[in-house]
């Protein structure tokens, strides 16, 4: 019997591999495809096996419409918190998992897939990295780029793991409580959890390297790990630690980074591309998933939920919606407030199409029948609000005003800064973050690492739709629940509460 212990082996098995790297195999293999054949040849086979790993962030998994990758794993953080509104029930696909219902089942499906795609990154990170070191040395800079983006997939994946089925990092706290298995081998062991602590150790100690090692090489494209996105990724981890002065630091060098090479916040047209061609469009994505017309990935698409124009019932029936209470909250001089729709007139593709206000203009698809589309996992602006929040949690305030200031006016061109207090200036930053990341799988986590409550009342969501309307903070539903396939096949697994 196979056993699951943390990962899916899918990418590993049945592949038919070639020894060589000619012209011709690049062109025609699978690169969604990694098997301890190809990461043992060469280091290019081992970029090869690397960008499988990319290519597999954007596919169908556990046979589910729902798991389109690292999209979809976004769309079901963002219904988890308070800003992304269902305004119907005409369609099911992730109605259990805005109820609060689904990630505390064991059985169910949105609980065994972060655990199933994570680990599946982890365990193919792991044959590259007990490889890379072994095959003939024949470029120095590729070497290091192999190597550093593998220790960024290892830290990034295990960074998402601990935070949806782990309790959050407590800044002051041991953080004794249990974490997730941190695998830096490349088998399915039986393994125990590693508690909180030492999951951000490893993570950051994995990160550390991979930033020195990033530092000799130029990704090729954007789709790939760099120098810039391994900073960001630190940034994101001390964020969530509480270490506000580090995560200033590294955001700053992110930004820096990233200005240098090219990137740039984008402008007001910009803005209202849809982001389904960020990459053509804009240069504000740092690290992005490029999906070609000719690659249809269908109704796992990104765009096929989170659109408000591609023809799908899930879009026909429940667009997605911004909480009310936030949309009040943006300024009318503001770029973004012309990404919803408050009256819930505005035009739709076809008849068939349901109207509700506030409903999204954010994210546009390429064409009603075309849900292919570029997706950005990381954006420079993040790294701005990232800084700037970190600066004002840490008392250095006018450096925050400076820093989000310098990004205020790209979305509101008569920004004024306002807020006296660093808590007023956090806040005001907060509200940003919110709106500026919606729809792009923040909103949960960053609840949790604050410790704030969940609260949906006096909103535009409806009681009888989403049931659950508030949960208070640090209660045990915050956590995932383990997988029961997981509990079954690995004896050193432990349940949450």
Request: with cysteine; net charge neutral.
């Amino acid at each position: 019997m196979k056993k699951i212990k943390n990962i899916a082996i899918a990418l590993m098995a049945s592949t038919v591999l070639l020894s060589g790297c000619s012209e011709d195999y690049m062109e025609t293999s699978p690169t969604d495809q990694v098997s301890e054949t190809i990461v043992s040849g060469s280091l290019d086979n081992l970029y090869i096996a690397l960008n499988g790993i990319h290519r597999s962030l954007v596919r169908q998994y556990l046979s589910t419409q729902s798991c389109g990758g690292e999209p979809s794993m976004n769309i079901y953080r963002d219904v988890l918190g308070d800003d992304l509104v269902h305004p119907s029930t005409g369609n099911s696909w992730f109605l259990n998992e805005l109820r609060w219902v689904s990630h505390r089942n064991p059985n169910a499906t949105s609980t065994k897939y972060p655990f199933y795609i994570y680990y599946q990154f982890v365990l193919n990170a792991n044959l590259i990295l007990q490889n890379v070191d072994k095959v003939q040395l024949t470029d120095q800079k590729l070497h290091d780029g192999v190597k550093g983006e593998a220790l960024c997939f290892r830290a990034w994946s295990h960074f998402n793991l601990v935070q949806l089925y782990a309790k959050r990092y407590d800044p002051a706290g041991s953080n004794s409580q249990l974490g997730v298995p941190y695998r830096k081998e490349a088998n399915t062991d039986g393994m125990a959890r590693n508690t909180v602590e030492e999951c951000y150790q490893f993570i950051n100690e994995d990160l550390d390297e991979a930033i020195e090692l990033l530092k000799n090489y130029t990704a090729k494209a954007t789709t790939h790990f760099s120098l810039k996105v391994a900073y960001g990724l630190k940034a994101r981890v001390l964020l969530t630690m509480g270490n506000y002065p580090e995560a200033a630091k590294f955001a700053d060098l992110s930004i820096k980074t990233a200005e240098a090479d090219g990137n740039k916040l984008m402008n007001s047209t910009e803005l209202m591309s849809g982001f389904a061609t960020i990459l053509t469009d804009t240069d504000e994505a740092m690290w992005a998933a490029n999906t070609q017309d000719d690659q249809t990935i269908y109704f796992y698409s990104f765009y096929a939920y989170m659109s408000w124009n591609f023809n799908a019932s899930a879009i026909r029936a429940v667009p997605r919606c911004i909480n009310s209470v936030l949309y009040n909250k943006i300024s009318n001089t503001d770029i973004r407030k012309k990404w919803w729709d408050p009256t819930g007139t505005a035009a739709v593709p076809a008849t068939t199409y349901k109207k509700y206000k506030y409903q999204n203009r954010k994210f546009t698809a390429k064409a009603t029948s075309n849900s292919v589309g570029d997706y950005a996992y990381m954006r420079l602006a993040e790294m701005y609000l990232i800084k700037a929040e970190a600066l004002a949690r840490s008392g250095q305030v006018e450096e925050a005003q400076n820093t989000f200031t310098k990004f205020a006016i790209t979305r509101d061109p008569s920004y004024v800064a306002s807020s006296t207090t660093k808590e007023q200036l956090a806040e005001e930053i907060m509200i940003h973050r919110r709106v500026e990341l919606w729809g792009e799988g923040f909103r949960f986590t960053d609840l949790k690492r604050l410790n704030l409550p969940l609260d949906r009342t006096g909103s535009n969501h409806e009681a009888a739709i989403a049931i659950k309307l508030s949960e208070p903070a640090g209660s045990k539903e915050w956590q995932y629940m383990i997988p029961q396939d997981e509990l079954n096949a690995n004896p050193l697994m432990t349940q949450n509460e």
